[in-house]
């Protein structure tokens, strides 16, 4: 199994979003000197993400949602031991320690400003399916190298 905590979040947006709202924003003199989060207002929770990803991988790994402190302590074993394993799998453990707080922590920003400077900005863009991330995922696998 794979355990994340039921909290953790990701903020993903399409590039092109992000690229419009930064150039609509950048385009008013009011703009300058101000912190801007260009961001999703509806981040994707990590355990649906993994669900989606693994399905559309086809990799039968159940992922448990769990109390972030459950999750950073099965994740701090699973690390130690894959430390002692093969060489490829001690290259996981250094990439799961790097990457362990995408699935422990939470994360929300403040989008004041945004949402004032952008004025045709709408949260509507960020309404995805719910199949989004399998469907991401499968296309990305299915796509000519």
């Known amino acids: 199994p794979f355990l994340c905590s039921r909290i953790a979040n990701l903020n993903l947006m399409p590039v092109e ?21 260009i961001c999703n207002p509806h981040e994707f929770l990590v355990s649906d993400i993994l669900k989606q990803a693994f399905s559309a991988l086809n990799l039968n790994i159940k992922v448990v949602s769990a109390t972030k402190l459950l999750a950073k ?5 699973v ?32 989008m004041t400003n945004t949402r004032k400077m952008a004025s045709n900005w709408r949260s509507k863009t960020f309404d ?3 199949d989004y991330i399998y469907n991401l995922t ?4 299915n796509r000519p190298r």
Not at 17 to 37: C, P, R, S, W, Y
Not at 73 to 77: R, T
Not at 88 to 110: A, G, I, P
Request: glycine share 2%; proline share 2%; net charge positive.
């Open 138 to 141: 499968k296309s990305f696998c």
């Open 17 to 37: 979003v992000a690229t419009d709202l930064m150039l609509n924003i950048a385009k008013k003199d009011e703009a300058l000197g101000q912190i801007f989060h």
């Open 73 to 77: 302590l099965y994740l701090e074993v």
């Open 79 to 110: 690390i130690v031991i894959l430390r002692f394993a093969s060489r490829t799998l001690r290259s996981v453990s250094r990439r799961m320690s790097y990457f362990k707080w995408y699935v422990l922590e939470e994360s929300h920003y403040d």
């Open 128 to 130: 995805f399916p719910t």
